[in-house]
């Protein structure tokens, strides 16, 4: 039999870039490896809906097993890939099996990141990443149970805001200055701190972590300024780690994840990398090297990769775009914001606005939005659409909510 393709990872990237192989036209063999013992999952729901909907949850599968076995992939669960031997093409697995392939996907994601403090072991300081994860929050997410929630970033205040509509009292702990230091403006981190303090939520910004001692009634979290916060459960949200251990015990380059160019391949070329997992060169930025922990990332990367495993040469420029969903706010950022020298607003209804990033040469690189429900979605997919044409759009036409991004494109 053919050696075939063989994915490793059963996330978004894992599962969009299988099905997009049989999209494309491959029809030789096509297996997919994942850890958990589910169909491959949405992980975006993990911090809100599954925390607070009425309804027990159950995983948002992205296919059905069924689905697999019309498409002809084969879908190996809660097993491990442990090694790959690169010299003769072929995965081991840890129940001692082994996969040969042609072409090698890794889209292994990333992992929470643990803090390097005494007491982060403790049995109730927890992270989220998997759906059993969300259930064991969703439990401890009581009314009146103290939580405390570390980072101030994406995850920990959509942990925090579902916390708290369960009725926990919460209290972020933010080390930096502000909340949501890394890619998003004061402006827009301004109004979601303003709305977790109108729900209760305590915020401590500018003090780092010392320690999480264990009195007896529950976790004590220590900062380095000597103030201490009693928790009954204490959630790390402090960012996620690149899954690179399998290909960095393959000799695979490494750079802030898996480094592969702009096509998605490693520095093998039978081998490429999608999602969490890898960094790559942004063409849209001047071949600046990031990583994104991002749905649509992975879902784009994904697709991308399969294409490139079947010859395809075109480069992956997608426009970044990231959102959170906090109470009724939902933000919005398209690109990277801090390739903008300046930033002009266009205000919207309800209290909504837009902030569009300029570079020196007066090039659109980023957008960040932020209003009740869906008010900014339309306006950042336009300008998600202008940075990727790269325009030099009027100012004054953006800072007018009279003049429509629309007719900016067709300008």
């Known amino acids: 039999m053919h050696p075939g393709m063989v994915i490793v990872g059963a996330g978004e990237a894992g599962a969009r870039a299988a099905f997009a192989l049989r999209e494309h036209g491959w029809s030789g063999p096509v297996t997919l490896v994942g850890e958990e013992p589910h169909a491959p999952y949405e992980r975006p729901p993990l911090s809100k809906a599954a925390l607070i909907g009425e309804a027990h949850p159950t995983p948002r599968y992205i296919v059905g097993e069924e689905r697999f076995a019309g498409e002809g992939i084969t879908h190996i669960a809660d097993r491990i890939v442990t090694t790959i031997d690169r010299r003769l093409r072929h995965v081991g697995l840890n129940d001692g099996s ?5 072409k090698l996907l890794l889209a292994t994601g990333a992992t929470p990141r643990r803090l390097p403090i005494p007491g982060a072991d403790h049995p109730a300081c927890v992270t989220l990443r998997r759906f059993e994860d969300a259930l064991h ?5 009581r ?3 103290r939580i405390a929630v570390i980072g101030g970033g994406f995850i920990g205040l ?3 805001a579902s916390a708290r509509q369960r009725g926990s009292d919460v209290t972020i702990l933010e080390a930096l ?3 949501l230091s890394r890619g998003v403006p004061p402006e827009i981190a301004e109004v979601v701190q303003e709305r977790h303090l109108a729900a209760g939520v305590a915020i401590l910004c500018g003090d780092g972590i010392a ?10 979290v220590r900062l380095a300024g000597g103030k201490r916060i009693e928790a009954d459960l204490v959630v790390l949200g402090v960012g996620a780690v690149p899954s690179t251990t399998l290909a960095q015990s393959a000799g695979l380059a490494i750079d802030n994840g898996i480094a592969v160019d702009d096509r998605l391949r490693t520095s093998d070329e039978a081998i490429h990398a999608a999602g969490d997992c890898c960094s790559f060169p942004l063409p849209l930025y001047g071949g600046r090297r990031v990583r994104l922990e991002s749905w649509r990332n992975a879902q784009e990367q994904g697709t991308h990769a399969a294409r490139t495993m079947l010859g395809r040469e075109d480069p992956f420029d997608a426009v970044p775009w990231f959102w959170s969903d906090q109470y009724e706010l939902s933000l919005q950022v398209a690109g990277l914001v801090d390739e903008g020298r300046r930033a002009v607003r266009r205000d919207g209804p309800d209290g909504s606005f837009i902030l569009f990033h300029l570079d020196d040469e007066g090039r659109l690189v980023a957008a960040s939005g932020i209003g009740p429900g869906n008010l900014i979605a339309r306006d950042i997919r336009l300008a998600e659409m202008l940075i990727a044409r790269r325009a030099r759009p009027d100012i004054a036409a953006l800072a007018d909510p009279a003049t429509r991004l629309k ?5």
């Open 98 to 102: 082994t996969i040969a392939y042609d």
């Open 137 to 141: 929050l969703r439990e401890r997410f």
């Open 143 to 145: 009314p009146d149970a």
């Open 158 to 160: 959509e942990l925090a």
């Open 177 to 179: 200055p502000r909340l």
């Open 211 to 220: 320690a999480i001692e264990d009195e007896g009634s529950g976790p004590v």
């Open 407 to 411: 007719s900016l494109l067709a300008a």
